[in-house]
């Protein structure tokens, strides 16, 4: 079974231009989440798709980023204009769609993404 | 709010000594908690779990026991190896599931031969 996949692995940037990550989840899972690790610090939450609806995007930082799930598989995070700040590693978890409690998310390798 | 606390790092280790991350949490109602850890060049991975009070979770020779009265999920490993190095992350998840983890700030072991 083929795991998590982000791409790209890393991107730098210049502060104002746009970058687009993607994500694309093991087949068969309905919960996709976003995080984001900036240095040296917590794991953050972003957003959370169940399908291709934003069930939660309480985390977004603001309305730089945009994430969308078209058709309930792979999924994109657009940062436009990127700022400085926006710099750091960002995850894509995915889980079955599950009714007996938390279920084990399953992470991807990251992105690292810089902005200069 | 849900929160997780972890000890700072780095921590640095001879092979073979004794491990503990110490983790406390803050949540509402009964969390299910997590130890992830994150090789270099790798995403994270799930290290052991456990959902109720009481529960052992071990893999790998580690080993955490959710401790409700003390908040506590503290990892342990007897003897490390080099290969061990990597960075740890305590996260618990809400017990209403489907939910997003929260994390703590990750420790980094590093240990020498």
């Known amino acids: 079974e083929a795991g998590v996949t982000q791409f790209p692995s890393h991107s730098v940037i210049e502060k104002g231009q746009t970058v687009t990550l993607r994500c694309d989840p093991i087949s068969g899972h309905d919960n996709l989440y976003w995080y984001r690790r900036v240095m040296g610090k917590e794991i953050k939450f972003l957003l959370h798709f169940v399908k291709e609806s934003k069930q939660d995007e309480s985390g977004m930082p603001n309305n730089r980023f945009l994430a969308e799930r078209t058709g309930g598989t792979y999924s994109t995070l657009k940062v436009q204009p990127a700022e400085l700040e926006d710099s750091g590693v960002y995850f894509c978890a995915s889980s079955r769609l599950w009714a007996g409690g938390a279920d084990e998310q399953f992470f991807g390798p990251g992105t690292r993404l810089t902005v200069l | 709010g849900n929160s997780v606390t972890q000890m700072e790092g780095p921590v640095t280790l001879s092979e073979e000594a004794f491990l503990t991350i110490n983790c406390t949490y803050t949540?509402?109602?009964?969390?299910?908690l997590f130890w992830y850890v994150q090789y270099p060049g790798e995403g994270l991975q799930l290290l052991l779990k456990a959902t109720k009070a009481d529960d052992k979770g071990s893999n790998k020779g580690f080993e955490a026991t959710y401790r409700k009265e003390t908040t506590s999920f503290h990892l342990e490993k007897g003897s490390v190896q080099v290969s061990d190095s990597a960075v740890y992350f305590c996260a618990l998840s809400p017990v209403s599931g489907n939910t997003p983890l929260v994390f703590g700030k990750g420790t980094r072991l590093s240990v020498i031969a």
């Open positions: 949540a509402t109602g009964y969390p299910s």
